[in-house]
């Protein structure tokens, strides 16, 4: 039986889905697998910036050109971004909701830990801590408004931006709560949408491998920029 957190009992369809804990996580799950989606392809289009700084700028204006001549130059960006709101706000109205209901329904608080409760806290300081980078990072890498590079080229606002050290620091910090959330996040949807029943362990496992590739992913371009490898 589905638990549900209105007293209506003939609301059916999308009413159910997001009155209930089930449907609020799966739309907990297929928001945040949209975002993992962008942030692989993301991690993996950084990547170019090894292939020198003429290959990252055109893949860089590439991007907002996709599209053309049926979509206007930038609009496939646009749509992109609009998609990745609605999923972040979706995400983020499941999580809180969410949690509120699980307070609710817990009014006297377990002495003991509960299983799954660091977890859980992980996960949303671990979001919280997403959230800000996300902020800082549009500023710094999209608008260049906080980064020192001295041209608009995607190139330079990298290696310039990472040539602060608390620019790494910080961006490695949000990198381990990103493995963290991608760890936690791909295990607890596979679980909501019921892909790991047959191979527990394994998906366990690939989860935690596929959390810490992304995470590496990242992380090789600041410290390539540290160490003088991308300069």
Not at 187 to 199: C, D, E, P
Request: aromatic share 14%; hydrophobic share 50%; net charge positive.
């Amino acid at each position: 039986m589905v638990e549900t957190l209105s007293k209506n009992p003939r609301v059916t369809g999308f009413g159910t889905l997001h009155r209930s804990t089930i449907g609020r996580k799966m739309i907990m799950a297929v928001s945040g697998l949209a975002m993992l989606g962008f942030v692989v392809v993301h991690m993996v289009g950084n990547l170019k910036i090894f292939f020198g700084e003429t290959e990252f700028n055109e893949y860089a204006h590439w991007l907002r050109t996709i599209g053309e001549p049926a979509l206007h130059h930038e609009w496939f960006l646009w749509i992109m971004r609009v998609g990745l709101i609605v999923a972040l706000v979706a995400h983020f109205w499941a999580a809180i909701t969410l949690s509120r209901h699980d307070v609710k329904a817990r009014p006297v608080k377990y002495q003991a830990k509960r299983k799954g409760g660091y977890a859980t806290t992980l996960m949303r300081w671990g979001g919280v801590t997403l959230a800000l980078f996300i902020v800082y990072h549009i500023l710094d890498m999209t608008t260049g408004t906080v980064n020192p590079a001295t041209t608009n080229e995607p190139y330079d606002r990298i290696t310039s931006g990472f040539g602060e050290w608390y620019n790494v620091v910080f961006y490695t910090l949000a990198m381990g709560a990103l493995c963290a959330h991608i760890w936690h996040g791909l295990w607890s949807a596979a679980n909501t949408l019921g892909w790991n029943r047959a191979t527990t362990a394994g998906f366990r496992t690939f989860a935690v491998v596929f959390a810490l590739a992304v995470a590496f992913g990242f992380l090789l371009i600041p410290y390539s920029v540290v160490f003088g490898l991308v300069d």
